[in-house]
């Protein structure tokens, strides 16, 4: 049979594909095929928004053109047929003009790294597209499923509610009494509190939109005829009636339904399951019918998640409200569900049949007795959805052969009551723990139980009825008896074995009681207001908080920062919140990232095989399956290494393991295809058989078997016995802290280009370290490094992660480059990275600590153990890290502190933002706590008086000069109102039984340089053309973080010109050779002196050019001195003085300088759930001399919420640049409410497997 063509339009333009793969993803194509780069790829799964992107059409059952956000990751093409796609380039351009979208974001500073920018863009526009004045609360729910690195969304939402109607920012005109920026009058310094000015913004004009292609209106009333799409492995059918689809479901009961793909789509990609033949019913109309019956409201089973939120929304707006007590319990799971562009596409029948254990709309379905309509050639059935429904593991009681129609939501009845929760690590786009769905119907007019359901997902392998505990409850009165009695019965039916599949088992078993209680408090608030004369308990009203269901606040945010002093020359741009100078760029999807580059015609895809086992030998490598993959090139091993195999910081890693694996993660091997997708198919066929060997995985397990990398490392001062014998107290404990997976936005990426010639190679890869990828790549191929040049045109974020790890890849790359002799490229899937990348290091600290009566610490001993892995990488100096702030800020007379690195079978865990300060901070707060408990004295009280002074010494033996601290300490006591929000935090939990606030002030200290001395040095190279253009290169990476910007900023001052002359194109091994890695919050202190240094060299050769021309321009000068034979390029080198600590005499300072600040934070929590929210948070930070406020808040911002998970406020990353001016503070007083950056996400897909 022949294959149709599939016709669709991408930014207005027509694309007719011929052979149309249904395997193939619309991110693939527009990335691939059309050069499409700027929807970017993220992690594949619909979890991060990336490759957001509008699809378009005209909705034959509503009648009208439909805008609706998609990830184009999971968007087959096949699906695509009569659809009108936009992009982020089909919106605006430098080139041409930004969509005020565009223009937005970048001028809010919301765009750092920049590689979540266009995704973001794309799910504002389509909410502009769809409302062009929105709430603050639509502009928020749009970006649900947008994840974002860098910038914490704070930013972003700032430059986003300009749109909004209510609650637009005026930019501090005057006009609206509750602007943020009034907030300035409160303050006792003239500080700026406006980053950028929304009067510069453009208008938004919906007028101005493209228009729906004039093409695909015209075939609106054309009736539809099914269509067929044959790819390498797939067929895929779109039917387009009922009868068709159930004939090809009699002929194919194999054949799967796909409607959102959001299921399918992720089996396919990282199960590696292939389902040969597919049928798409979302053109049909009885799948898509939405039908208002006597008993509920029936939903085809095509409808997307979306249009079901929309009706039942509107039900509950028009319908009396007992009628809707269901309606709000599945708008309540809908609520927390996946963000827009997943319940856009995803369909309510697919939600069903996918039958997964962790559903969160099964157990509402269950409990509200939903019907559910099943067809089949010539057959129909309806079943109301009971316990029955499930058989087993992500089955469902239809026959191979049978679809699901429809489903019907039941209304509610008088006196019946319904209640749905979820429970997942963070509130938005994140799997349920445990998830549920609650109803109670009442005998009329009484509190006596007629019906009670209660059915759970995340407690089974299936969503599963309590039953034997809701049986026992018919007749029963809604009182305290009752509570108790379902509660036992809870507790013995929802049994989880102590390995249940998910983990945190007693969590989850606490959680099903949590719900009840609050469902039965909520219950009985509601009888409670119908005034019933029963049997039933009254709701005490300490206990209401419990019913009340969670909330996110609107965001709102003020920051301060300091006015550049009086009589700065306008052109003079340090110390100004100059916007990311490539915000633009990424905001129209311009700017290029590694996997961006256009493919080489005869470029080949890597795939890494890795070991699936912690610790083994290898005992054979079978490839001949793999071989069959079509476009299958060689398979590159430890065999193919022409030089050494031995590489990694400390050389004790290989580049693919040879004999034996040490972790689950280790690299083997690599198959090189023609594609990444036969890659990855042919990767999966490369058999590795293993012989198991003893694994050590956990700090415990190490410490047991005295495994460790290295010896111990140890700081001391004073006598610990005399300080312990003269304290009033002893305490000591253990703290534990877990790890965190690297999630940069963009994976690991590396392009390897062979060049034919004495062993050239370049090498475009996305690395904070480009001196260690040359070297590694040089020392395995066995060629000098001046051979390999690596070049870094920008990261999409790397937070350490790409400090060393990044090398992994491209060394594997560029062997494979070698051995083929052509370009070949890898960019990681998410689950790859994170699985061969480690993350930050988990550490346990075992404490003891002396102090007397007042609070006044005396002596403190802590053990630290950190997982390091199975290699060294930079553990030693993390480890360091950590020890150097152990005291975190406290002055302690009588302290040992000592290391060691546990050598485990884990991926070599490795930087991560605060490298080891955080964790040394953490534990130190930990403790201090303690000592505050036993004292029984306010914590802020015993926090202050073990401060430390101006010129006191630290453990280490490092002055404290310009210490700040304590001005900090007492501007943030002040601004954040710490004493009165106290008392009335104490009134709140008073009165609260089940939610509970806490309020906390914590101070940090940051040692700003590397431990590692040679590493705090710098080089710059700039080159002065005839034009007057500057074009500038130094040693550091841009990842976000802003740093091309600052060093355009120095070197504007430094030679008094515009920055609109200067520009940076990349970071690169023959500009700058031996930099250290783009790392420890030096970056702008050492290649800002080391450009500053440059330019002096370029200033000094001009000087007599300006002598004789005084009144010239910087152009004429330079033409001069270019006429008279002057060199006009020059370097600069800087290296930071006074460096070298020495851990055998403690002394020697580590640190150039400290930066200080100080974080005073109040949460919510649920002591029912744990459910727990921010609710404000003050910052007062001093980070010196801004070069550039914007960009430091932004950064500030971003560790805060980063550094959330580990319980650490971690101010270390804010950069100043000593050496530019005198020290001066920047006082910031954040008031950030609403979303962090969640840490550590996870994909979202990794549920539990039964
Ligand atoms: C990022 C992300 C976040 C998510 N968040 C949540 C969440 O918070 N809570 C939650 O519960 N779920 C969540 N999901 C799951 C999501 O709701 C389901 O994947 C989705 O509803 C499935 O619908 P679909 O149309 O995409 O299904 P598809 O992938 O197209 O199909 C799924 C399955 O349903 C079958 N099927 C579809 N229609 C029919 C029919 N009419 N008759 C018979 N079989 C049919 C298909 O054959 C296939 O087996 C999330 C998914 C993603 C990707
Ligand atoms: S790449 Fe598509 S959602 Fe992450
Ligand atoms: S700017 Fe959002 S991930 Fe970097």
Request: aromatic residues 8%.
């Given at each position: 049979m022949t294959a149709d063509e599939l016709v669709f339009f991408v930014n207005g333009k027509k694309v007719v594909e011929k052979n149309a793969d249904p395997e193939t993803t619309l991110l693939a194509y527009l990335r691939r095929k059309l050069q499409l780069s700027g929807t970017k790829l993220g992690c594949g799964e619909g979890g991060c928004g990336a490759c957001t992107v509008m699809l378009s059409k005209y909705d034959r059952f509503q009648n009208?053109?439909?805008?609706?956000?998609?990830?184009?990751?999971?968007?087959?093409?096949?699906?695509?047929?009569?659809?009108?796609?936009?992009?982020?380039?089909?919106?605006?351009?430098?080139?041409?003009?930004?969509?005020?979208?565009?223009?937005?974001?970048?001028?809010?500073?919301?765009?750092?790294?920049?590689?979540?920018?266009?995704?973001?863009?794309?799910?504002?526009?389509?909410?502009?597209?769809?409302?062009?004045?929105?709430?603050?609360?639509?502009?928020?729910?749009?970006?649900?499923?947008?994840?974002?690195?860098?910038?914490?969304?704070?930013?972003?939402?700032?430059?986003?509610?300009?749109?909004?109607?209510?609650?637009?920012?005026?930019?501090?005109?005057?006009?609206?009494?509750?602007?943020?920026?009034?907030?300035?009058?409160?303050?006792?310094?003239?500080?700026?509190?406006?980053?950028f000015n929304p009067e510069e913004f453009m208008p938004l004009d919906p007028t101005q939109e493209p228009i729906f292609p004039p093409e695909l209106l015209r075939l609106k009333d054309v009736p539809r005829k099914q269509l067929r799409f044959e790819g390498e492995r797939v067929t895929w059918i779109q039917a387009s009636t009922l009868k068709e689809l159930l004939d090809l479901k009699a002929q194919y009961p194999e054949a799967k339904l796909v409607v959102g793909n959001t299921e399918i789509g992720i089996e396919m990609k990282f199960k590696n399951k292939l389902f040969p033949m597919i049928v798409c019913p979302a053109w049909i109309p009885e799948l898509n019918a939405v039908e208002h019956g006597p008993e509920g409201i029936s939903f085809g089973a095509s409808c997307p998640l979306s249009s079901v939120e929309k009706t039942l929304h509107e039900a509950i707006d028009n319908l009396p409200a007992y009628k809707t007590e269901v309606f709000k319990g599945v708008l309540e799971q809908l609520r927390w569900f996946a963000g827009m562009q997943v319940k856009s596409v995803a369909s309510i029948g697919g939600n069903i049949i996918t039958a997964s254990p962790i559903s969160d709309l099964n157990p509402v379905f269950m409990a509200s007795g939903a019907k559910l309509t099943i067809v089949s050639t010539g057959t129909k059935r309806m079943v109301r959805m009971d316990h029955t429904f499930f058989p087993g593991y992500r089955k469902t009681l239809l026959a191979p052969e049978e679809i699901l129609l429809s489903i019907e939501i039941p209304y509610s009845r008088e006196g019946e009551y319904f209640s749905a929760f979820k429970q997942a690590s963070r509130r938005e786009d994140d799997i349920a723990k445990v998830t549920c769905g609650m109803r109670v119907l009442f005998q009329p007019e009484t509190a006596q139980v007629k019906e009670l359901a209660l059915c759970y997902g995340g407690m089974a392998d299936r969503t599963i009825s309590a039953l034997k505990t809701m049986r026992k409850q018919t007749a029963r009165f809604w009182n305290k008896e009752l509570l108790q009695d379902v509660c036992a019965g809870l507790v013995e039916e929802l049994y989880l074995s102590p390995d249940a599949p998910g983990g945190m088992v007693e969590f989850r078993r606490t959680l099903t009681l949590s719900f009840f209680f609050k469902f039965y408090?909520?219950?009985?608030?509601?009888?409670?207001?119908?005034?019933?004369?029963?049997?039933?308990?009254?709701?005490?009203?300490?206990?209401?908080?419990?019913?009340?269901?969670?909330?996110?606040?609107?965001?709102?945010?003020?920051?301060?920062?300091?006015?550049?002093?009086?009589?700065?020359?306008?052109?003079?741009?340090?110390?100004?919140?100059?916007?990311?100078?490539?915000?633009?760029?990424?905001?129209?999807?311009?700017?290029?990232?590694?996997?961006?580059?256009?493919?080489?015609?005869?470029?080949?895809?890597?795939?890494?095989?890795?070991?699936?086992?912690?610790?083994?030998?290898?005992?054979?490598?079978?490839?001949?399956?793999?071989?069959?993959?079509?476009?299958?090139?060689?398979?590159?091993?430890?065999?193919?290494?022409?030089?050494?195999?031995?590489?990694?910081?400390?050389?004790?890693?290989?580049?693919?393991?040879?004999?034996?694996?040490?972790?689950?993660?280790?690299?083997?091997?690599?198959?090189?295809?023609?594609?990444?997708?036969?890659?990855?198919?042919?990767?999966?066929?490369?058999?590795?058989?293993?012989?198991?060997?003893?694994?050590?995985?956990?700090?415990?397990?190490?410490?047991?078997?005295?495994?460790?990398?290295?010896?111990?490392?140890?700081?001391?001062?004073?006598?610990?016995?005399?300080?312990?014998?003269?304290?009033?107290?002893?305490?000591?404990?253990?703290?534990?802290?877990?790890?965190?997976?690297?999630?940069?936005?963009?994976?690991?990426?590396?392009?390897?280009?062979?060049?034919?010639?004495?062993?050239?190679?370049?090498?475009?890869?996305?690395?904070?370290?480009?001196?260690?990828?040359?070297?590694?790549?040089?020392?395995?191929?066995?060629?000098?490094?001046?051979?390999?040049?690596?070049?870094?045109?920008?990261?999409?974020?790397?937070?350490?992660?790409?400090?060393?790890?990044?090398?992994?890849?491209?060394?594997?790359?560029?062997?494979?480059?070698?051995?083929?002799?052509?370009?070949?490229?890898?960019?990681?899937?998410?689950?790859?990275?994170?699985?061969?990348?480690?993350?930050?290091?988990?550490?346990?600290?075992?404490?003891?600590?002396?102090?007397m009566k007042d609070g006044k610490v005396v002596a403190l001993k802590v053990e630290h153990y950190s997982n390091a892995g199975n290699t060294l990488d930079l553990s030693q100096s993390i480890m360091e890290r950590a020890l150097f702030h152990m005291d975190n800020c406290y002055k302690i007379p009588n302290i040992l502190g000592t290391g060691r690195l546990c050598k485990t079978n884990l991926p070599s865990n490795t930087a991560f933002r605060g490298f080891g300060g955080p964790q040394?901070?953490?534990?130190?707060?930990?403790?201090?706590?303690?000592?505050?408990?036993?004292?029984?004295?306010?914590?802020?009280?015993?926090?202050?008086?073990?401060?430390?002074?101006?010129?006191?010494?630290?453990?280490?033996?490092?002055?404290?000069?310009?210490?700040?601290?304590?001005?900090?300490?007492?501007?943030?006591?002040?601004?954040?109102?710490?004493?009165?929000?106290?008392?009335?935090?104490?009134?709140?939990?008073?009165?609260?039984?089940?939610?509970?606030?806490?309020?906390?002030?914590?101070?940090?200290?940051?040692?700003?340089?590397?431990?590692?001395?040679?590493?705090?040095?710098?080089?710059?190279?700039?080159?002065?053309?005839?034009?007057?253009?500057?074009?500038?290169?130094?040693?550091?990476?841009?990842?976000?973080?802003?740093?091309?910007?600052?060093?355009?900023?120095?070197?504007?001052?430094?030679?008094?010109?515009?920055?609109?002359?200067?520009?940076?194109?990349?970071?690169?091994?023959?500009?700058?050779?031996?930099?250290?890695?783009?790392a420890a919050s030096v970056s702008s202190d050492l290649n800002g002196q080391a450009i500053y240094e440059a330019c002096q060299t370029i200033l000094k050769r001009l000087e007599p050019f300006k002598k004789k021309n005084p009144t010239g321009t910087w152009e004429e000068w330079v033409s001069a001195a270019y006429l008279d034979a002057v060199s006009l390029s020059a370097t600069g080198f800087y290296k930071t003085p006074n460096l070298g600590y020495s851990f055998e005499t403690n002394s020697g300072n580590p640190f150039h300088y400290f930066s200080y600040g100080v974080a005073c934070s109040e949460v919510e929590i649920d002591c029912l759930t744990g459910d727990h929210k921010n609710l404000r948070t003050d910052i007062v930070m001093d980070v010196g001399s801004s070069l550039n406020p914007a960009i430091d808040?932004?950064?500030?911002?971003?560790?805060?919420?980063?550094?959330?998970?580990?319980?650490?406020?971690?101010?270390?990353?804010?950069?100043?640049?000593?050496?530019?001016?005198?020290?001066?503070?920047?006082?910031?007083?954040?008031?950030?409410?609403?979303?962090?950056?969640?840490?550590?996400?996870?994909?979202?897909?990794?549920e539990l497997e039964y």
């Amino acid at each position: 049979m022949t294959a149709d063509e599939l016709v669709f339009f991408v930014n207005g333009k027509k694309v007719v594909e011929k052979n149309a793969d249904p395997e193939t993803t619309l991110l693939a194509y527009l990335r691939r095929k059309l050069q499409l780069s700027g929807t970017k790829l993220g992690c594949g799964e619909g979890g991060c928004g990336a490759c957001t992107v509008m699809l378009s059409k005209y909705d034959r059952f509503q009648n009208k053109i439909v805008h609706f956000s998609a990830n184009a990751c999971l968007a087959p093409i096949c699906s695509l047929h009569h659809v009108a796609v936009t992009t982020v380039e089909g919106i605006g351009s430098t080139k041409s003009r930004l969509h005020p979208v565009q223009e937005r974001i970048s001028k809010s500073h919301g765009s750092q790294c920049g590689f979540c920018t266009p995704g973001i863009v794309m799910s504002m526009y389509t909410l502009l597209r769809n409302q062009p004045e929105p709430t603050i609360e639509e502009i928020e729910n749009a970006f649900q499923g947008n994840l974002c690195r860098c910038t914490g969304y704070r930013a972003i939402l700032q430059g986003f509610r300009t749109f909004a109607r209510d609650g637009g920012c005026c930019g501090g005109s005057g006009d609206n009494p509750n602007c943020c920026m009034n907030q300035k009058k409160d303050s006792k310094v003239t500080l700026l509190p406006s980053l950028f000015n929304p009067e510069e913004f453009m208008p938004l004009d919906p007028t101005q939109e493209p228009i729906f292609p004039p093409e695909l209106l015209r075939l609106k009333d054309v009736p539809r005829k099914q269509l067929r799409f044959e790819g390498e492995r797939v067929t895929w059918i779109q039917a387009s009636t009922l009868k068709e689809l159930l004939d090809l479901k009699a002929q194919y009961p194999e054949a799967k339904l796909v409607v959102g793909n959001t299921e399918i789509g992720i089996e396919m990609k990282f199960k590696n399951k292939l389902f040969p033949m597919i049928v798409c019913p979302a053109w049909i109309p009885e799948l898509n019918a939405v039908e208002h019956g006597p008993e509920g409201i029936s939903f085809g089973a095509s409808c997307p998640l979306s249009s079901v939120e929309k009706t039942l929304h509107e039900a509950i707006d028009n319908l009396p409200a007992y009628k809707t007590e269901v309606f709000k319990g599945v708008l309540e799971q809908l609520r927390w569900f996946a963000g827009m562009q997943v319940k856009s596409v995803a369909s309510i029948g697919g939600n069903i049949i996918t039958a997964s254990p962790i559903s969160d709309l099964n157990p509402v379905f269950m409990a509200s007795g939903a019907k559910l309509t099943i067809v089949s050639t010539g057959t129909k059935r309806m079943v109301r959805m009971d316990h029955t429904f499930f058989p087993g593991y992500r089955k469902t009681l239809l026959a191979p052969e049978e679809i699901l129609l429809s489903i019907e939501i039941p209304y509610s009845r008088e006196g019946e009551y319904f209640s749905a929760f979820k429970q997942a690590s963070r509130r938005e786009d994140d799997i349920a723990k445990v998830t549920c769905g609650m109803r109670v119907l009442f005998q009329p007019e009484t509190a006596q139980v007629k019906e009670l359901a209660l059915c759970y997902g995340g407690m089974a392998d299936r969503t599963i009825s309590a039953l034997k505990t809701m049986r026992k409850q018919t007749a029963r009165f809604w009182n305290k008896e009752l509570l108790q009695d379902v509660c036992a019965g809870l507790v013995e039916e929802l049994y989880l074995s102590p390995d249940a599949p998910g983990g945190m088992v007693e969590f989850r078993r606490t959680l099903t009681l949590s719900f009840f209680f609050k469902f039965y408090l909520t219950v009985l608030q509601k009888l409670g207001k119908g005034n019933l004369e029963n049997n039933c308990a009254k709701l005490d009203p300490t206990d209401a908080s419990a019913t009340s269901l969670f909330q996110k606040d609107p965001p709102a945010n003020v920051q301060f920062f300091q006015e550049v002093p009086e009589g700065q020359s306008e052109e003079d741009m340090v110390g100004r919140p100059l916007p990311h100078l490539a915000a633009a760029m990424q905001a129209s999807g311009e700017a290029v990232y590694c996997d961006d580059i256009p493919r080489y015609e005869n470029e080949l895809s890597l795939r890494l095989v890795t070991s699936t086992k912690a610790h083994a030998k290898i005992t054979c490598i079978d490839i001949s399956e793999a071989q069959k993959v079509p476009g299958f090139v060689c398979f590159i091993s430890a065999e193919d290494v022409p030089g050494s195999n031995k590489t990694g910081i400390f050389n004790d890693e290989t580049v693919f393991a040879k004999d034996e694996v040490t972790c689950v993660g280790h690299i083997i091997g690599a198959v090189v295809t023609d594609t990444p997708e036969h890659a990855q198919r042919a990767a999966q066929g490369v058999k590795i058989t293993y012989e198991e060997l003893p694994a050590i995985i956990t700090i415990e397990d190490a410490i047991k078997n005295n495994s460790f990398h290295g010896s111990e490392l140890k700081i001391g001062k004073g006598d610990l016995m005399k300080g312990f014998s003269e304290a009033d107290n002893i305490v000591s404990g253990e703290v534990h802290i877990g790890g965190q997976e690297h999630f940069y936005l963009e994976t690991h990426c590396t392009i390897a280009v062979p060049k034919g010639e004495q062993g050239e190679m370049e090498l475009f890869v996305s690395t904070q370290n480009t001196m260690k990828t040359q070297s590694f790549v040089a020392n395995m191929l066995g060629v000098p490094a001046n051979r390999i040049l690596v070049r870094v045109k920008r990261i999409g974020g790397g937070f350490g992660g790409k400090e060393t790890r990044s090398t992994v890849v491209s060394t594997a790359v560029a062997l494979a480059a070698h051995k083929t002799g052509r370009p070949v490229r890898c960019m990681l899937d998410r689950d790859e990275d994170m699985l061969i990348t480690g993350g930050r290091h988990p550490f346990l600290a075992k404490y003891k600590v002396g102090f007397m009566k007042d609070g006044k610490v005396v002596a403190l001993k802590v053990e630290h153990y950190s997982n390091a892995g199975n290699t060294l990488d930079l553990s030693q100096s993390i480890m360091e890290r950590a020890l150097f702030h152990m005291d975190n800020c406290y002055k302690i007379p009588n302290i040992l502190g000592t290391g060691r690195l546990c050598k485990t079978n884990l991926p070599s865990n490795t930087a991560f933002r605060g490298f080891g300060g955080p964790q040394g901070m953490l534990i130190a707060e930990y403790w201090m706590s303690e000592v505050a408990l036993t004292c029984g004295l306010p914590a802020e009280e015993v926090r202050r008086k073990n401060l430390y002074k101006e010129g006191d010494l630290t453990h280490f033996n490092q002055k404290l000069e310009a210490f700040t601290l304590s001005r900090c300490w007492d501007e943030c006591l002040a601004s954040s109102q710490y004493h009165a929000r106290r008392s009335e935090i104490d009134k709140f939990n008073e009165e609260n039984c089940w939610k509970k606030r806490g309020l906390c002030i914590i101070p940090t200290k940051f040692g700003i340089s590397f431990s590692i001395p040679f590493l705090n040095q710098a080089g710059a190279l700039i080159h002065v053309y005839t034009d007057g253009s500057v074009l500038l290169a130094h040693g550091g990476m841009e990842m976000g973080q802003g740093l091309h910007t600052k060093m355009i900023q120095v070197a504007s001052r430094a030679l008094k010109i515009p920055i609109s002359k200067i520009y940076i194109s990349e970071t690169s091994t023959n500009t700058v050779p031996n930099t250290s890695p783009t790392a420890a919050s030096v970056s702008s202190d050492l290649n800002g002196q080391a450009i500053y240094e440059a330019c002096q060299t370029i200033l000094k050769r001009l000087e007599p050019f300006k002598k004789k021309n005084p009144t010239g321009t910087w152009e004429e000068w330079v033409s001069a001195a270019y006429l008279d034979a002057v060199s006009l390029s020059a370097t600069g080198f800087y290296k930071t003085p006074n460096l070298g600590y020495s851990f055998e005499t403690n002394s020697g300072n580590p640190f150039h300088y400290f930066s200080y600040g100080v974080a005073c934070s109040e949460v919510e929590i649920d002591c029912l759930t744990g459910d727990h929210k921010n609710l404000r948070t003050d910052i007062v930070m001093d980070v010196g001399s801004s070069l550039n406020p914007a960009i430091d808040i932004g950064q500030e911002v971003n560790v805060s919420g980063m550094l959330e998970n580990t319980g650490a406020k971690d101010m270390g990353s804010i950069k100043r640049t000593k050496g530019m001016a005198r020290r001066k503070s920047l006082l910031e007083n954040m008031r950030v409410l609403g979303r962090i950056g969640g840490t550590g996400d996870r994909g979202r897909h990794r549920e539990l497997e039964y």
